[in-house]
């Protein structure tokens, strides 16, 4: 190996100090992908959780009066969507890394748009549930792959921000997706039932929507053309020395069961399940859940916003806080205030408007703790590889907080009061609490082992060093 090379790769997990001329070219490149890539993928995200959750308002709304499910059938409703999505999540992220980023996203979007089409003529439990099932499997590609498709573009101290922007736009369409629901469902359209006519306008939208990611959707840093050539060297350059180039990656067997050996990614992915359960609680059952407090079914589905506006809210205080303050410190103090807002519901006795005003202070301490979480998760995992199965992975755990929770909130078993389900979310919300004050002391532990150890691994190919990921001893892990 020459020393040029052997030069260049002591720069691999190491942060590269930048002269001023180069902190002015980042910010110029930084401008131009953030402005191509976040508001399509944020846009897109909104939409499918949009299409996710109008079960939620359908079902408030009329669903049951027309597909008549028994009170085992009814959780079903929510959890077969997820069922799919855990089961085709893994595949999902391995189909990404084989398929351009363009192809593969145009292909997802138009699969579950016209898959929400089509549940408006669903009329018995049968057809209504093969149909959730198949938008859950094309909606598994999309979390994932935008936790993994991150990185592509950015490097470890760059994706934060950008996580919570791409995270709060699956709140707001909680904020707005109530509404549009009642607003959709006042139309007429032939014999359409009124709560079908939601899922026929949001899936056309969806799908002009995916058809447009084939020409939006860019690959990857090293191909596209609207850098100078300067930005495109510098660009590729951090890239490579934070993670490696997606370009220059390929998918492996071993990678794959590295990731699936490591016990961090099982411990992120329980933390995400965690704040997916009380995620899925406001997210998809607020219009039964503020109805429950006393509320019509209107004005519940109407004001079951409130809780993902503020939700909303401190996603975007997140872009602030996780630059500001270390990451697990971000995730307790969410935690922390999520679960008091949610303990309040579920353990006081307040009149409705109290208890709305507690379930907003829940929602927003519940939602920041998603992009907080996968964020932690990406920048930890090492290289592209290993980071899109633990991202699959641990996305799949958030799906299984979408199979659970509606069991815990049957609608015919435990209103009004939801007490079982409002405890498991306090539980959950705990426990990130838990999880992240112990990654705080190993990572710290860990990191100064390695700064009073310093290891020699010149010798190594670029290759060799790559797949040793966040083992690599010059890696250090975000706190």
């Known amino acids: 190996m020459s020393d040029k090379e052997k ?19 980042v910010k110029q490149y930084l401008k131009k992908v953030d402005i191509r890539i ?47 999505y855990i089961i085709c999540e893994t595949p999902a992220n391995i189909l990404l890394k084989k398929l351009k980023p363009h192809i593969w996203f145009t292909i997802i979007v138009c699969g579950w748009s016209i ?10 439990p049968a057809t209504l549930l093969t149909a959730r099932g198949f938008l859950g499997a094309f909606e598994s590609g999309l979390t994932p792959g935008v936790v993994g498709y991150m990185p592509y573009w950015y490097t470890r101290s760059e994706i934060g921000l950008r ?36 899922f026929l306008i949001e899936g056309i939208v969806s799908l002009l929507v995916g058809i ?32 490696g180039l997606a370009s220059k990656t ?55 916003s409130l809780p993902n506006a503020a939700g909303f809210i401190g996603q975007l205080l997140t872009g602030y806080t996780m630059a500001r303050f270390p990451l697990w410190l971000n995730s307790i103090v969410f935690a922390a205030i999520g679960c008091f807002g949610i303990c309040m519901v579920a353990f006081t006795h307040f009149s409705p408007v109290p208890k709305l005003i507690m379930l907003c202070i829940g929602g927003f301490g519940v939602f920041p703790n998603i992009p907080i979480i996968a964020t932690w998760m990406s920048i930890n995992m090492g290289g592209i590889s290993k980071r899109m199965v633990a991202s699959a992975m641990t996305v799949s755990f ?82």
């Open 398 to 479: 958030g799906g299984i907080a979408g199979i659970t929770a509606p069991l815990a909130f049957n609608k015919e078993l435990y209103a009004p009061k939801f007490t079982l389900g409002l405890a498991l979310n306090t539980a959950c919300l705990a426990l990130i609490c838990v999880l992240a004050l112990f990654f705080k002391f190993y990572y710290d532990m860990e990191n100064r082992r390695r700064d009073n150890n310093p290891v020699d691994v010149s010798h190594l190919s670029e290759f060799e060093q790559r797949e040793l990921n966040d083992k690599h001893p010059d890696f250090r892990y975000k706190l």
């Open 212 to 243: 447009s990611l084939y020409f939006l959707v860019y690959d990857y840093p090293d191909t596209v053309k609207f850098f100078t050539p300067e930005e495109k060297e510098l660009i590729v350059r951090r890239i490579t020395n934070d993670q």
């Open 163 to 198: 996580m919570s922007i791409f995270f709060a736009a699956g709140t707001l369409s909680g904020v707005f997706g109530g509404p549009i629901a009642v607003g959709l469902s006042s139309l007429t359209i032939g014999n359409i039932p009124s709560y079908a006519i939601i």
């Open 250 to 304: 390929s998918m492996s067997m071993k990678q794959t069961i590295n990731a699936l050996l490591d016990w961090k990614m099982w411990l992120y992915a329980v933390m995400f399940f965690a704040v997916n359960f009380a995620g899925v609680t406001l997210g998809v059952f607020g219009p039964v859940l503020v109805s429950s407090l006393g509320f019509s079914s209107i004005r519940g589905t109407l004001m079951s």
């Open 38 to 84: 976040l508001p399509i993928f944020s846009l897109v995200y909104l939409l499918a959780v949009m299409d996710r959750a109008n079960i939620g308002s359908a079902i408030n709304l009329g669903l049951g009066d027309t597909v008549k499910f028994t009170k085992q059938q009814a959780p079903w409703n929510v959890s077969i969507f997820f069922v799919f």
């Open 115 to 124: 898959t929400c089409i089509l549940m408006t003529w669903a009329r018995t």
């Open 7 to 25: 030069q260049e790769l002591t720069t691999i997990n190491q942060d590269e100090v930048l002269t001023p001329r180069e902190q002015m070219v």
